[in-house]
Structure formats: structure tokens, C-alpha cells
């Protein structure tokens, strides 16, 4: 998130009531769910499941219910899944138009995306905490997937066109929209948005709006066009792409940084309806070198999963209880709700499916790490927050165990699809790192490691947490990485062969003194992204890092990027730093080691930049 602590304040959650709620699922329905179909399988109250012969009305009443409840409910416990059966909903006369708040997934449930057809549109809003006050900054947790939106918004005055306005953890999958497109609410008196993910997804009928969205990774997707940049637009294996042009210039826009292809990329698993109206799970396959999405112009790749093989979970279930079905070959969907952890779920076949449905949160207990992930082939975790407990964890997701580099098959890599973390914020809560992978070959698609600059439990000597991912495995690829707010190294990359393609992060706002933020004796502060001396090959792509410290001293950090000077020339491109206020203080002394310029406080909201490194 960028500089939401500024700009808003921290009784956000509570500018709508919301209803009380179980402290182990999280969930009192906002309205009883619809009759479930035969061989419906039992999701939770949390999953609304609709299907086209029920009364619009009824449809509309439910999801308003559901926004009206998440739209300012941004710590709350209650999640949410809005599944849509195949066929079409609303028309050109009687529109489907709804709001995405907190913690709620909106996702068709047919094979292919253009097997759910809205009229209407399925929208987020900038949030207003008081007059010139409205912001999308803290539009997180919340998704859209595999549908097909016909933009219907004949009354909606300045909101005609679809809008999504979010920030981290927002991710738009998988999507085929025909008509306008804003990722900018420009509304409300315009303020940034701290977004954001799009990947597999199809745009017909208009130029995509960024408008005042600071950063952007679109990849494996198709655009009719794209109207700006502001500080890092990054798009990866994108047909109607704009061309590359970092930094901004007159003569091509930007700053965009374009990659033709993705070099290795694996959709995430989704749930569907099958024609006899069996439920599946549909597991992509992996990909290499591609552009555009993987069912525009076909079947996508991949094989299907029998829901009879998996265990559904509700957040009652125990860690024992998930561990046993886990243990027994079966495949994990997590119900939308809080699980509570007295032990570490343990992932340990090759090619076990875990998908969240509704934004499911982990919580650990007494120190444990809430998930390992065994060193095996083809393991998908998707759709999921790794909260962390009171008591501080080592780490919050582990994947592969010790340094464990030779067991997985390039072939069928582990991936881990919109996975976020959170230290504090929700509640009180410390880990010293959030995500682990030790395994090689490991795609992160869609990452949000956060630790909380507001909330509850908010405190430079409270929600301690030093970085939040290390890579310890070789030829792992990242995709959309953000990681804010951490108190020492944020990202560290031990193997060889990485390739990040897309970095987002702000340095921790709060360091009291410099001498509490030092990585070494003559070294202030800590470096967001610290490459491994010992690392001989590395690629990075579209790579920022912000700076902000409101403790009203100055606090600097020598630069934002170390990486060894033995890799190969240009293994890093477009890379820059900002400083985000005119009114903090210190700033970020070079881009990567020794190269580039200062942004401080002397020069707020200029990005500094360096084309390629080293």
C-alpha cells in the first residue's frame, strides 16, 4: 500500500457497523444462502452460489447485502464467496451492477469465462473518510474470476464503465470484459491506487484507464489499449501491450516496462460446474514462453479434479482434521472464515490442489508456522492470507524444507497464487519472515507481504517481523511481488536462476532512530530487495521501491536494491525509487548499491531511476 497512513486514518474498518461474529468462523450470514442444487457441495454460510433462474431481485438483494456489510469492513472476521453457475445474468434493460468489498471473491463457475455472462458490471469504488478524502489505497483482499462482463451501466452518470479501483491483494483473473475499463475511480476528487494484478484475462471494446494507479502488472492477457503510467506499469506476455519506455518520456509515455512472453507462468486452480452439474476443480497446466491468455483462442490446458476428492474445510475444522484428509491423498478447498491453528497444516503429496474460496485466513498459535509445503512436484496454493499470531512465528508458509533444491521437476513446479500475509493490523500479531521457499523451480504468482503501518497492534515495537520472503531455491520466478513495510531485509534471494518480473515496495514508515534501522556499522537501513553475494545469475524487471518515515527524524537507507557486481551486465532493468511525501523526512540514498540517484525528502514524489544494472 502507498501511503495510506497519510491519508487515511485508522478507524476505517468501522465506518459501517458491521454484525457480530463467531471468533472461530467469521462468518453470520448477511441473508439465509439460496437453496443449494442437488450434489451442491457444502461450501459454508459464507458461499452464495447463484444460478440464472433465480429472481434477479433476489440475486441483487444478496450481493448489495454482502458490500453493504465489506465495503468499509477492512479488519473485520466475515468472508465471503459470490459464485455464479453458467449462463447470463442481467440485460441490456435490467443490469446486474454490484460492489466488491473486503474479503469477498466474485468468480463464475463455468469451465471456460465466457460460460458466465453478467450484464452490468461488478465494481469497486474509491473509499471517503471525509470531504477530499476519498482513495482506493486501501482497496485490498478482494477478487474477480473466470466471467464475462458485458459493461451495462446506463444510470450510473460519471461511473459509466467498469471500475476497479484496488490496491494489493485485488486480483482481476481470468476475465473477458467487453466495454470501458477504469482502474482509477476519477469520480470522487482523484487520489492513487496502489494496484494491482490482472493476468489471463481479455479486454474488448476501449483503451484499459490506469489513470492514477501508481504501479500495475498485467500479464498473459490481451488490450485494446492502455491510456498512462505513472511510477511502474509492467506488462508480461500481453498482446496490445504499449511498447517499452522506462523511464517516462515524451515520446512513448510510460513508464512502461514490456516483456514479450513470460518465460514460465501457471494460471490459478478454479472451481466449476461441469454440464451433468458435477462440481470440479480445474488445476492449468504449466506454460512457457507465451502470450495472451490461455482460453481466448482454446480449451486451456490442464486436467480436471472430481470435488469428491476433496476435503472442504470450515474454519471449525481443526489443524488435526485438515492434516488427516491431507494425509489420506485428498486435495484442500479452505470455506471462506478464520482458522485458528494449533499445529502446522502440512502439505506433502505431489500435486495436491489447496484453494481458498472467500479470502480463508490462517492464524498459528504458540509459534508454529501455519503451512509447510513438502519439497514435491506440482503442489497448488492459491487464495489464502497467512495472518500471523500473537506469538511470533519463525515463518508464516514454508515451502520445501531446509534448502531442499533437487526434489521437484521443472516440468510441474510448485505455485503459489494470490498468497498474502499480513503482520498486525487485523490484531496483534509478529513472524520473522512470512514466506519461505526452499524448493526450486516455484512460481509466485500474485504476492502481498504486508506488514501492517495501520490497525490494530501497529507499532515499530509490536508488529515486529524482519523480511517477509525469502528464496532460498534455485530458477524460482516471481510475478507480481509487493512486500511493504518490514523492518530489515525485505526480500532475500539466496538461489541462482531467479527472475523477479514486477516489485513492489515501501520501506517501513517507523524506525525511531537511525541507529534502530542500520544493517551494519556504517550501513543505514536495510536494502528492500538484498541479492545474495554468493548468487551468480538473477533477472529482476520493472523494480520499485518508495520511502516514507514520519518519526519526524531523518532516517536513510544507502540504497534500495543490493545485488552482487559479478552478475551479468543488465540482469536488472527498470528499477527506480521514490519518496512519497513532502512531509516526512530522510529518504533512500541510491537505486541499486552504489548507482543512481537520491530520493528524499529534498525531492518528494520524483521517481529516480536506472535503466539496467549492473
Not at 453493504?68 to 468472508?79: A, I, K, P, Y
Not at 494491482?196 to 483503451?207: E, L, M, Q, R
Not at 496454493?381 to 499470531?389: H, R
Request: with cysteine; glycine share 10%; charged share 10%.
Amino acid at each position: 500500500m502507498a501511503f495510506a497512513c497519510v491519508m487515511v486514518t485508522s478507524g476505517v474498518a468501522t465506518a459501517l457497523a458491521a454484525p457480530s461474529a463467531s471468533s472461530t468462523s467469521g462468518i453470520t450470514p448477511v441473508l439465509a444462502a439460496p437453496s443449494a442444487s442437488p450434489g451442491q457441495p457444502n461450501f459454508g454460510p459464507g458461499v452464495y452460489i447463484f444460478n440464472p433462474s433465480m429472481p434477479q431481485s433476489e440475486i441483487q438483494a444478496t450481493v448489495n447485502a454482502v458490500a453493504n456489510q465489506q465495503v468499509s469492513n477492512q479488519f473485520g472476521t466475515q468472508r465471503y464467496a459470490l459464485l455464479f453457475e453458467p449462463g447470463t445474468y442481467g440485460s441490456s434493460t435490467a443490469p446486474l451492477n454490484f460492489q466488491v468489498g473486503y474479503y469477498t471473491t466474485v468468480a463464475g463457475l463455468g469451465l471456460s469465462p465466457n460460460d458466465v455472462v453478467i450484464n452490468g458490471s461488478v465494481y469497486v469504488h474509491n473509499q471517503c473518510f471525509g470531504a477530499n478524502n476519498c482513495t482506493a489505497l486501501d482497496n485490498f483482499w478482494r477478487s474477480l474470476s473466470n466471467l464475462t462482463i458485458n459493461v451495462t451501466t446506463p444510470n450510473f452518470g460519471c461511473y459509466n464503465g467498469e471500475f476497479w479501483a484496488v490496491s494489493q491483494a485485488a486480483p482481476m483473473r481470468r476475465v473477458h470484459i467487453n466495454g470501458s475499463v477504469t482502474l482509477m475511480d476519477y469520480c470522487t476528487p482523484p487520489s492513487y491506487g496502489s494496484g494491482g494484478f490482472i493476468a489471463d484475462s481479455k479486454f474488448d471494446g476501449g483503451t484499459v484507464v490506469n489513470g492514477s494507479q501508481q504501479q500495475w502488472l498485467v500479464r498473459n492477457s490481451e488490450l485494446d489499449g492502455w491510456t498512462n503510467g505513472v511510477w511502474n506499469q509492467t506488462f508480461s506476455g500481453v498482446i496490445g501491450a504499449p511498447a517499452q519506455c522506462f523511464p517516462a518520456q515524451a515520446s512513448c509515455g510510460g513508464p512502461y516496462t514490456t516483456l514479450a512472453t513470460s518465460p514460465v507462468t501457471r494460471e490459478a486452480p478454479y472451481l466449476y460446474v461441469d454440464s451433468d452439474g458435477h462440481y470440479n476443480v480445474f488445476a492449468p497446466s504449466v506454460q512457457r514462453n507465451t502470450v495472451g491468455t490461455t482460453w481466448a483462442s482454446g480449451s486451456t490446458p490442464g486436467s480436471s479434479i472430481s470435488i469428491n476428492r476433496f476435503f472442504i474445510a470450515q474454519p471449525t475444522d481443526s489443524a488435526e482434521t485438515i492434516n488427516d484428509a491431507l494425509g489420506s491423498g485428498r486435495n484442500l478447498i479452505l470455506t471462506p472464515g478464520i482458522y485458528h491453528l494449533d499445529q502446522s497444516i502440512k502439505v506433502t503429496r505431489p500435486d495436491t490442489v489447496v484453494l481458498g474460496l472467500g479470502f480463508p485466513t490462517l492464524i498459528p498459535e504458540n509459534g508454529i508456522v501455519s503451512m509447510t509445503v513438502a519439497s514435491a512436484k506440482g503442489i497448488l496454493i492459491s487464495g489464502m492470507i497467512f495472518d500471523a499470531g500473537t506469538t511470533n512465528s519463525p515463518a508464516l508458509l514454508q515451502v520445501g524444507s531446509g534448502h531442499a533444491r533437487s526434489d521437484q521437476d521443472a516440468s510441474d513446479p510448485t505455485t503459489l497464487q494470490d498468497v498474502f500475509f499480513r503482520i498486525g493490523g487485523a490484531e496483534p500479531g509478529s513472524a520473522t519472515s512470512s514466506l519461505v521457499v526452499n524448493s526450486n523451480n516455484v512460481i509466485l504468482d500474485d504476492i502481498w507481504a504486508w506488514r501492517a503501518d495501520h490497525g490494530s497492534g501497529v507499532g515499530w515495537n509490536s508488529n515486529t517481523a524482519d523480511t517477509g520472503v525469502i528464496v532460498n531455491g534455485d530458477n524460482v520466478t516471481a510475478y507480481g511481488l509487493a512486500v511493504e513495510h518490514y523492518q530489515k531485509n525485505e526480500v532475500i534471494w539466496n538461489g541462482n536462476g531467479g527472475t523477479d518480473i514486477f516489485f513492489q515496495n515501501e520501506m517501513p514508515y517507523d524506525p525511531p532512530s537511525q541507529a534502530a534501522w542500520m544493517e551494519a556499522p556504517g550501513v543505514d537501513g536495510w536494502a528492500a530487495f538484498k541479492v545474495a553475494s554468493t548468487v551468480t545469475s538473477f533477472s529482476g524487471y520493472g523494480m520499485g521501491s518508495y520511502s516514507f518515515f514520519n518519526q519526524g527524524v531523518n532516517i536513510y537507507a544507502a540504497h534500495a536494491f543490493e545485488i552482487p557486481a559479478t552478475l551479468p551486465a543488465s540482469s536488472l532493468h527498470d528499477l527506480f525509487t521514490i519518496f512519497l511525501s513532502t512531509t516526512g523526512s530522510g529518504g533512500i540514498l541510491h537505486v541499486v548499491n552504489d548507482t543512481g540517484g537520491s530520493s528524499t525528502s529534498a525531492n518528494p514524489d520524483v521517481p529516480v531511476t536506472v535503466v539496467s544494472n549492473p
